[in-house]
Structures are given as structure tokens and as C-alpha cells.
């Protein structure tokens, strides 16, 4: 997927440079987040690549949520940079959001229009018409053509995420930020919405994801980074983390079982001594 530039009308001054095809679709480097004297992020650097899903797992409170504020543009960092398709987010904020997408842990549509209602609507948002064949592309595209006459209201858990996650990428961009997406579905729900962000994946898009389920992040994530403290302590692929960390005494005295599995390193990584039996 190339860059999105916005027209000239939107007063940014320059367009996007062009980026090399194996450049990140999302380079942070060297953030800082700080509220006051409290550090809530402290020299973070990650990258995303087109066609891959990156997981930023960690505890509550470990700096998650200010990275992706910090991504998306919401609050400016103390230091650092952050470049979406090649864009400084802080130099030029409206064409780094316009190669953004963003799905939120917790998505509130008006409850009383329809699902096609919906679509179209959040595609004009977006600058984009669709007519009613447009908006039923849209809805077969996320297995969600029977529900087009269906107030938003009397959709499922799964329904509301599936139509979350169209919402989010109908102007097509590059680098998708998917926030604790599949918190509170049952397993069919979420295995359904697995393949989809995979074949989002497999077209091309870059994927950063958060989510606390660490059977999530070793199934769809193909590299994950651990944070904790506001720090980065561990990045690569899920079962790569598994294999270099489970001997680690705090590592194995997280296990409840002889194999080893994600969660028994984030755990362990990430504080296993405040686990009491």
C-alpha cells in the first residue's frame, strides 16, 4: 500500500516523501510520554512492517495506551519520533492520521441506525460515497451482509467488532491500530475476527495490536514486543521470546505447566512475584 496525501486544501504544506518499499509502515523511536514528574513512557522504540501484525502486550499501566495516544497523535511526546508511511506525525498530524486506522477496545454507534446506515455514513466521513451496492460490498467483505437492515442496537459483541474494524479501514489505510479488539467475545467471535485482521495482513497492511490475551498474541502476532515500567524489555516473535526465556528461574516459578507458553514469560517478565497460591 503507497502513502495517503491529502489534498492541498488541508493546509499541510508539503506531501510525503516517498518511502523505500522495505521502509516500516510505523517507526516509533526514542519515545518519551510524561505527565508531569511521572515517565509513562521512557525511550520506546519499535517498528511495523507492511504485511506483518505486531503485537505491544503488557500490564495495565505499562505504557500502552500512551504509545498509541502518541501514535494516533493525541498527545505530543517529550521525545521522540514517530513516523506513519514515512510521515512525522508531530511535523505534518493530518497526512499521518489520513494512513491511519484506529479500532477501539470500546466502538459506540448510534444505536438506532442500521448497519448500511452506518457504513455509508462513516464513509462520508471519510470523503467517500457509496451507493448501495458500494455499502453491501463493504458488508460481504466482513460477513455481515444479513445484518445490513439491523438497527446497530441488536448487533452482537462480534457483529459491533467486525463492523468496528470496516469502519476503521474504509479509506484504505496502510497501518491499522487495533486496541484490545476481541476483549469480551466468546472464542467463535474471536477466532472469525482473527481472520480477518490475517487477511488484512496478507494484503499488505501493517497491524499493531494490543491485547492482554497472550493465546491471542502467539496465534495472530507475528513479532511482539513486551512493555513494562514504560519500557521495552523483550521483542520478536512469539515462540522466539518462549524459547530464549523459559528457563529463566522467575519464568519457570510462573509455570503451571512443564511447557512454557507466552504467558508464563510475560508473567514472569513482567512480575511473577506478585502472584500468590
Not at 112 to 117: F, G, K, R, S
Not at 221 to 245: E, F, H, L, M, Y
Request: hydrophobic fraction near 40%.
Amino acid at each position: 500500500m503507497t502513502a495517503i496525501t491529502l489534498p492541498s486544501s488541508s493546509n499541510v504544506s508539503a506531501p510525503p516523501s516517498e518511502t523505500a518499499s522495505d521502509s516500516p509502515l510505523l517507526a516509533v523511536d526514542e519515545l518519551r510520554v510524561a505527565y508531569g514528574r511521572r515517565v509513562a513512557v521512557d525511550a520506546v522504540s519499535f517498528s511495523v512492517h507492511a504485511g506483518e501484525i505486531f503485537g505491544l502486550l503488557g500490564p495495565n499501566g505499562a505504557g500502552k495506551t500512551s504509545t498509541l495516544s502518541a501514535i494516533e497523535g493525541l498527545i505530543i511526546p517529550e521525545r521522540g519520533t514517530i513516523r506513519v508511511a514515512g510521515i512525522d506525525v508531530q511535523e505534518r498530524p493530518l497526512d499521518a492520521r489520513a494512513n491511519l486506522g484506529v479500532q477501539l477496545q470500546a466502538t459506540s454507534f448510534q444505536k438506532d441506525l442500521t448497519v448500511t446506515e452506518i457504513v455509508r455514513l462513516y464513509g462520508g466521513l471519510y470523503g467517500i460515497v457509496l451507493n448501495a451496492d458500494g455499502a453491501r460490498g463493504v458488508l460481504a467483505a466482513i460477513d455481515l451482509s444479513a445484518c445490513a437492515g439491523m438497527k446497530a442496537g441488536q448487533l452482537s459483541g462480534g457483529q459491533l467488532q467486525r463492523l468496528s474494524l470496516a469502519t476503521a479501514t474504509l479509506h484504505d489505510p496502510p497501518l491499522l491500530l487495533l486496541d484490545e479488539p476481541t476483549t469480551g467475545l466468546d472464542p467463535q467471535s474471536r477466532r472469525r475476527f482473527w481472520s480477518k485482521i490475517e487477511t488484512m495482513r496478507d494484503s499488505g497492511r501493517a497491524i499493531l495490536l494490543t491485547t492482554h490475551s497472550m493465546e491471542e498474541a502467539h496465534a495472530v502476532c507475528d513479532r511482539v514486543s513486551i512493555i513494562d515500567r514504560g519500557r521495552i524489555i523483550v521483542t520478536g516473535p512469539p515462540q522466539a521470546i518462549v524459547d530464549s526465556n523459559k528457563d529463566r528461574p522467575e519464568v519457570r516459578a510462573a509455570a503451571r505447566r512443564p511447557d512454557v507458553t507466552l504467558e508464563d514469560v510475560f508473567i514472569g517478565l513482567t512480575g511473577a512475584g506478585a502472584i500468590t497460591t
